[in-house]
């Protein structure tokens, strides 16, 4: 017997797999017993179309610790990054014991993969447009499209990726530039010393970003904080989200914002954020910026950041056990020189 199929069926069979995505969208794995229940990925726009000349680099996968690189900035006595130091005028301990390095030296073309991580919270109100531009030059200045990627993560009340990884200029901006400012607050516009923000869930910010987008990346990791260091009503503590960077080797870098209209009428008394961000940037191996609300250090502090960030050391050893555990880290160099690098790293070994 002959089956005859009607016309109308073979249109809407054709209609429904018009309709289906082409491909996949790729998104945080959200599926840790530790990420926090108050993230979401906000979806990129589809309608955005990839740059002809910027097309992102292949992502490279790493999972475990065959060989530690250890990136860091060394910076004179005036605080400058300073891009002369030799592997004579350093040395690297492991558990306080000497370890012998396998390569030193600057890092000149090792891609980047950064992260820009935005605060959308009620705090930053009026700050939020400043910050916006800055970002957008400062990428503009530090990410080599050819061989570096980044992406945009905003935090507010939640963890939102406002752009996965690219290397499109254009499509970092756009991410920028739908920023905003989301306090929980209905009824009316958040009013700073009248109206307290619902949450500032900076640390799950930094776990994410740590967690699900550097953890299996290899090369070098940055993440750039535009924030007051306030946080409130994250589901990680601090430590844990120190502890997610250093496992995904990141520095983090805090560029201090706030308005002290934010904080009790003027005064300022209200602010605290800056002790934390210190101890988040000293154990990463980062730098922490103390702006306020003055745009004239937010583009020193870029230009200083993006110093830095072309002025890395690499220094290189084996790890002498691969035992899953933490071992501390310290650099020192010779002179009146400050080292900025990561307290530790985890020794996991290597799997397929």
């Known amino acids: 017997m002959r089956i005859r199929i009607h016309p109308i069926f073979l249109l809407l069979t054709f209609a429904v797999l018009a309709a289906l995505p082409l491909r996949a ?31 992102a680099p292949q992502k490279t996968f790493k999972v475990g610790t065959s060989i530690v690189n250890l990136f860091f900035t060394v ?13 004579g005028d350093c040395t690297v301990t492991e ?12 890092v000149r073309d090792q891609p980047l993969t950064l992260g820009v991580l935005l605060d959308t919270s009620g705090s930053q109100q009026t700050l939020l447009g400043i910050e916006q531009e800055s970002g957008k030059q400062f990428l503009r200045q530090v ?15 939640h963890a ?15 991410a920028l530039d739908k920023a905003q ?27 994410l970003a740590a967690h699900d987008e550097f953890h299996e990346e290899a090369g070098r990791h940055a993440m750039v904080l535009l924030t007051d260091g306030e946080d409130e009503g994250s589901d990680m503590k601090i430590q844990q989200a120190i502890e997610a960077a250093q496992r995904a080797d990141a520095l983090v870098f805090v560029l201090l914002m706030y308005d002290p209209r ?17 101890k988040l940037t000293e154990a990463t191996g980062g730098h922490v910026y103390v702006i306020g609300h003055d745009g004239r250090k937010l583009e020193k502090a870029f230009d200083d950041l993006a110093l830095a960030l072309h002025s890395e050391y690499v220094a290189t050893f084996t790890p002498t056990k691969l035992d899953g555990k933490y071992h501390a ?9 400050k080292v900025e690098a990561r307290k530790g790293y985890y020794a996991v070994p290597p799997t397929d």
């Open 75 to 87: 910076r004179d006595k005036s605080g400058v990054p300073d891009a002369t130091i030799t592997q």
């Open 329 to 337: 880290l310290q650099v020192q160099c010779k002179g009146d020189a």
């Open 25 to 55: 969208q790729v998104s945080p794995s959200m599926d840790s017993p530790n990420t926090p229940t108050g993230a979401r990925e906000q979806q990129a726009n589809d309608a955005d179309k990839p740059d002809a000349q910027e097309e």
């Open 143 to 157: 990410l080599n499209p050819k061989t570096d990627q980044a992406f945009v993560m905003t935090f507010d009340i």
């Open 262 to 278: 934010a904080y009790g009428g003027g005064t300022g008394l209200g602010y605290g954020g800056e002790g934390q961000m210190k």
């Open 95 to 106: 558990d306080k014991q000497p370890r012998q390095l396998k390569n030193f030296g600057l």
């Open 160 to 174: 939102d990726l406002a752009a996965d990884y690219t290397s499109s200029l254009s499509k970092l901006d756009k």
């Open 181 to 207: 400012i989301n306090t929980g607050v209905t009824g009316g516009d958040f009013i700073p010393g009248l109206a307290k923000p619902k949450g500032t869930v900076l640390y799950d910010a930094v776990y």
